[in-house]
Nanobody
C-alpha cells in the first residue's frame, strides 16, 4: 500500500502564493508518475499538473504559467508551487501517484486551498 500525505494548503488572498507538498511512503523515482488534481464544490476532480518519470511537467490550461510542479526523487516528495492565485483556484487539492508497473493509482487525503479577499 502506498500512502500519500499532502500539506501546505490554506487561505490566501488573490494574487498570492502557496506551496503544496506531498510525501510518498515508497520510492517514486522509477515507478510512479506523480500528479496534482483538484476538486471544487459541485465540480468533478480535474488534473492540475503532472510530473512523469524522467519528463517535464504537464499543466492544465487554467494554471499554465502560474503553477509549477516539481519532484524530489531522493526524498520521495512532489510539490506544487502556486503563484498568482485566483478565486477560481479554490478547491481541495489531491496528490496522486500512478504506478507504471501495476497501473494502480493512489491518492492523498486532500488539502484545502481557498483564495479569497
Amino acid at each position: 500500500q502506498v500512502q500519500l500525505v499532502e500539506s501546505g494548503g490554506g487561505l490566501v488572498q488573490p494574487g498570492g502564493s502557496l506551496r503544496l507538498s506531498c510525501a510518498v511512503s515508497r520510492s517514486i523515482a522509477s515507478f510512479y508518475n506523480m500528479g496534482w488534481y483538484r476538486q471544487a464544490p459541485g465540480k468533478e476532480r480535474e488534473l492540475v499538473a503532472r510530473s512523469p518519470i524522467g519528463g517535464v511537467g504537464i499543466y492544465a490550461d487554467p494554471v499554465k504559467g502560474r503553477f509549477t510542479i516539481s519532484r524530489d526523487n531522493a526524498k520521495n516528495t512532489v510539490s506544487l508551487q502556486m503563484d498568482s492565485l485566483k478565486p477560481e483556484d479554490t478547491a481541495v487539492y489531491y496528490c496522486n501517484a500512478a504506478s507504471v508497473l501495476t497501473a494502480q493509482s493512489y491518492w492523498g487525503q486532500g488539502t484545502q486551498v481557498t483564495v479569497s479577499s
